[in-house]
């Protein structure tokens, strides 16, 4: 069994930040990309970002130079730092990971269970 725990979702006023964290527990072998993705009311779940396990980045055209992805590999765990926020990132906001599980030979893609991240004034 693997799992994805998000944090730090919240409300924020326009022009703030916020730090998001996912950490993966189970029977974990390995992790591969760990990503973030979102998912406005009425819209399709959307990339923001995602980073390989060396470190190689990269951002959707609408978050780059506000949001920076980073991951601890010690910690099976991904962030996502959120800068000059805007209304339009409003949004539950969801890890993505792809897991090697132990008795596996093949990675498959777990989903964490989503966090509200609120824009408003």
């Known amino acids: 069994q693997v799992q994805l725990v998000e944090s730090g979702g919240g409300l924020v006023q326009p022009g703030g930040s916020l730090r998001l964290s996912c950490t993966a527990s189970g029977s974990i072998v390995s992790i591969n990309a760990m990503g973030w993705y979102r998912q406005a009311p009425g819209k399709q779940r959307e990339l923001v970002g995602s980073?390989?396990?060396?470190?190689?980045?990269i951002y959707a055209d609408s978050v780059k130079g506000r949001f920076t992805i980073s991951r601890d590999n010690a910690k099976n765990t991904v962030y996502l730092q959120m800068d000059s926020l805007k209304p339009e990132d409003t949004a539950v906001y969801f890890c993505n990971a792809a897991i090697l599980r132990g008795g596996y030979s093949y990675y498959n893609q777990y989903w964490g269970q989503g966090t509200q991240v609120t824009v408003s004034s």
């Open positions: 980073i390989r396990r060396g470190s190689t980045t």
